[in-house]
């Protein structure tokens, strides 16, 4: 296992005069510009007194100088602890709080939302899109800022080169890359713990079923944030590393602003959520296939290959016409659009991961996969289905192998719950496995459900807050398409005690759908919630039978 700082610093100056890193319809950063970048913040870290090991937390939209001051961070030896910039200010505070972050780098919204005062332990708050300072607690950080171009001038005096790039290597290949949260909510929060080995596993999994289809200078859009496992690695550590140009999309990224970011890049690679990819096929092909003309040309059996021919290249069109396949991950893929796209013959694949595995656990190349599977274990990775006949009856889908993080930050209960003492990491997801190692995702028994970003979503968060609301005995969320949406069982006794009719429970629920979407994410926040005149259906644990109500 080559040392995954070595390779970041090969990338650097194997492509030094090549495009690297650009906000679109913004600024664009060529390699050896991001290597400088790299080296003032380097030395800002050391002057600042910033260790090997100490904890950066960075927080904001995806953009050109997020990617540097997170490559910065692992270069330097510090740990990274990225923060999903939907998060509330409460969260990002426990999460900064928790992972005893030194510094944190913020967009300019999230600047405005945090409390310094609520995180009591960081030495300084960093501006992402310039690099100054919002905050220092130390004089070490304040004359670190204010005197770096001197620094960099003292420690560079005539010119900074390629043959200067050189970076801190891991020390062993378990050593802790980053920590990632898969929530924010201080009574829920999970840091994931991922080593060196498993960003490597990751980008050596990349190279070999990508390595060949995509080369240095190709172009590719990160869409979803890098603050997830899923984009982090493949939108943007590999292409990264294998000399790709990355285009980021700093604003929200609407259907819209994707379809013309397709049209306008032409992305080599896609990777993407499924609602991503509905979302364009539903509003911008379908349509075109509802025509009468059409809908007779597909009738038409000779014809019929000729139109499906003609439409596949339309719907490749919609997503730019130069990419080699559409990755699809992160949820399940809504079989009608799966079932059309497979009938066209649609270069797409659907893969399977988590944020525990940084995150790949299974895949297959487009042209070698089969419909509603989500492929196969990938290299330096095993799979097993914990099932006496993992064929036919569904079982937990276990995964082992250089990928599997090293635990949850200062969490060792759930560490030992999650990993079992030979190494499987238990995924809570229910599968089989076909005779030819292609897994079929049957239903998730954990209960986590994903935002239209790829954002995770753990309901028993919004219900432990809507279940301390007034006139609410218990509840449940559920998502139906794209809305979160808020079952509620109201406490009949106390209404009747306080003389209340069914229209007064009515309006304090829709009270509380406003109270509680106040302290939501955008993400998280119920789009309605829907009263039940009988207590939910429970298990002998008294858990609500969640499966009944989906």
């Given at each position: 296992?080559?040392?995954?700082?070595?390779?970041?610093?090969?990338?650097?100056?194997?492509?030094?005069?090549?495009?690297?890193?650009?906000?679109?319809?913004?600024?664009?950063?060529?390699?050896?510009?991001?290597?400088?970048?790299?080296?003032?913040?380097?030395?800002?870290?050391?002057?600042?007194?910033?260790?090997?090991?100490?904890?950066?937390?960075?927080?904001?939209?995806?953009?050109?100088?997020?990617?540097?001051?997170?490559?910065?961070?692992?270069?330097?030896?510090?740990?990274?602890?990225?923060?999903?910039?939907?998060?509330?200010?409460?969260?990002?505070?426990?999460?900064?709080?928790?992972?005893?972050?030194?510094?944190?780098?913020?967009?300019?919204?999230?600047?405005?939302?945090?409390?310094?005062?609520?995180?009591?332990?960081?030495?300084?708050?960093?501006?992402?899109?310039?690099?100054?300072?919002?905050?220092?607690?130390?004089?070490?950080?304040?004359?670190?800022?204010?005197?770096?171009?001197?620094?960099?001038?003292?420690?560079?005096?005539?010119?900074?080169?390629?043959?200067?790039?050189?970076?801190?290597?891991?020390?062993?290949?378990?050593?802790?890359?980053?920590?990632?949260?898969?929530?924010?909510?201080?009574?829920?929060?999970?840091?994931?713990?991922?080593?060196?080995?498993?960003?490597?596993?990751?980008?050596?999994?990349?190279?070999?079923?990508?390595?060949?289809?995509i080369h240095h200078g190709d172009r590719v859009i990160s869409i979803?944030?890098?603050?997830?496992?899923?984009?982090?690695?493949?939108?943007?550590?590999?292409?990264?590393?294998?000399?790709?140009?990355?285009?980021?999309?700093?604003?929200?990224?609407?259907?819209?602003?994707?379809?013309?970011?397709?049209?306008?890049?032409?992305?080599?690679?896609?990777?993407?959520?499924?609602?991503?990819?509905?979302?364009?096929?539903?509003?911008?092909?379908?349509?075109?296939?509802?025509?009468?003309?059409?809908?007779?040309?597909?009738?038409?059996?000779?014809?019929?290959?000729?139109?499906?021919?003609?439409?596949?290249?339309?719907?490749?069109?919609?997503?730019?016409?130069?990419?080699?396949?559409?990755?699809?991950?992160?949820?399940?893929?809504?079989?009608?659009?799966?079932?059309?796209?497979?009938?066209?013959?649609?270069?797409?694949?659907?893969?399977?991961?988590?944020?525990?595995?940084?995150?790949?656990?299974?895949?297959?190349?487009?042209?070698?996969?089969?419909?509603?599977?989500?492929?196969?274990?990938?290299?330096?990775?095993?799979?097993?289905?914990?099932?006496?006949?993992?064929?036919?009856?569904?079982?937990?889908?276990?995964?082992?192998?250089?990928?599997?993080?090293?635990?949850?930050?200062?969490?060792?209960?759930a560490t030992r719950q999650t990993i079992d003492n030979e190494g499987?990491?238990?995924?809570?997801?229910?599968?089989?496995?076909?005779?030819?190692?292609?897994?079929?995702?049957?239903?998730?028994?954990?209960?986590?459900?994903?935002?239209?970003?790829?954002?995770?979503?753990?309901?028993?968060?919004?219900?432990?807050?809507?279940?301390?609301?007034?006139?609410?005995?218990?509840?449940?969320?559920?998502?139906?398409?794209?809305?979160?949406?808020?079952?509620?069982?109201?406490?009949?006794?106390?209404?009747?005690?306080?003389?209340?009719?069914?229209?007064?429970?009515?309006?304090?629920?829709?009270?509380?759908?406003?109270?509680?979407?106040?302290?939501?994410?955008?993400?998280?926040?119920?789009?309605?919630?829907?009263?039940?005149?009988?207590?939910?259906?429970?298990?002998?644990k008294k858990s609500i039978k969640r499966y009944m109500y989906k």
């Amino acid at each position: 296992m080559t040392s995954f700082n070595e390779i970041i610093e090969k990338s650097i100056i194997d492509n030094w005069d090549l495009d690297a890193l650009t906000d679109y319809k913004g600024i664009t950063l060529q390699y050896h510009d991001v290597a400088r970048k790299i080296e003032k913040l380097h030395i800002m870290f050391e002057n600042s007194g910033v260790e090997r090991g100490d904890k950066i937390a960075l927080c904001g939209r995806n953009s050109a100088h997020w990617a540097v001051a997170f490559i910065a961070t692992l270069t330097y030896g510090a740990v990274a602890v990225p923060i999903l910039h939907e998060f509330t200010p409460e969260q990002i505070h426990n999460i900064v709080n928790h992972s005893e972050a030194k510094i944190l780098f913020v967009g300019d919204i999230v600047s405005t939302q945090v409390d310094a005062t609520k995180m009591p332990s960081l030495e300084g708050i960093i501006n992402i899109p310039d690099y100054s300072l919002a905050l220092s607690r130390t004089d070490k950080l304040t004359y670190a800022r204010e005197h770096l171009n001197e620094l960099y001038g003292r420690k560079f005096p005539k010119y900074f080169r390629r043959e200067h790039v050189h970076y801190y290597h891991e020390q062993r290949a378990d050593e802790l890359a980053l920590i990632n949260y898969t929530s924010g909510t201080t009574g829920f929060s999970k840091g994931v713990m991922i080593p060196y080995r498993a960003l490597w596993g990751n980008y050596d999994f990349a190279v070999h079923v990508l390595g060949k289809a995509i080369h240095h200078g190709d172009r590719v859009i990160s869409i979803l944030p890098m603050a997830h496992m899923y984009g982090m690695a493949f939108e943007f550590i590999f292409e990264f590393l294998h000399g790709c140009h990355i285009y980021y999309l700093t604003r929200i990224p609407s259907p819209a602003i994707i379809a013309q970011a397709f049209s306008d890049v032409r992305p080599q690679i896609i990777i993407a959520v499924p609602l991503v990819i509905e979302k364009i096929i539903r509003k911008k092909v379908f349509p075109k296939l509802q025509t009468g003309t059409v809908r007779l040309l597909r009738n038409l059996p000779i014809i019929n290959k000729k139109v499906e021919e003609k439409i596949c290249e339309q719907v490749k069109q919609a997503f730019g016409g130069r990419f080699y396949e559409v990755i699809i991950g992160g949820a399940a893929f809504n079989q009608e659009v799966e079932q059309f796209l497979h009938r066209i013959n649609f270069p797409y694949t659907v893969g399977y991961g988590t944020t525990e595995c940084a995150p790949i656990i299974c895949y297959s190349d487009y042209q070698s996969f089969v419909p509603g599977s989500c492929g196969r274990a990938v290299i330096h990775m095993e799979v097993k289905i914990d099932s006496p006949d993992p064929v036919n009856v569904p079982g937990e889908i276990l995964a082992r192998g250089t990928n599997v993080m090293l635990g949850y930050y200062k969490n060792e209960e759930a560490t030992r719950q999650t990993i079992d003492n030979e190494g499987w990491y238990h995924t809570g997801d229910l599968g089989t496995m076909d005779a030819y190692g292609n897994v079929f995702i049957k239903g998730r028994s954990k209960n986590m459900l994903l935002g239209p970003s790829g954002q995770n979503i753990y309901p028993e968060e919004i219900e432990d807050k809507l279940n301390s609301m007034p006139l609410v005995v218990e509840s449940m969320v559920v998502q139906r398409d794209t809305k979160l949406v808020g079952l509620v069982y109201p406490d009949y006794e106390e209404a009747k005690n306080q003389g209340l009719a069914q229209s007064d429970i009515e309006a304090q629920m829709q009270q509380n759908l406003q109270d509680l979407n106040l302290v939501q994410p955008a993400y998280c926040k119920l789009a309605a919630i829907e009263i039940q005149d009988k207590e939910f259906e429970k298990t002998p644990k008294k858990s609500i039978k969640r499966y009944m109500y989906k």
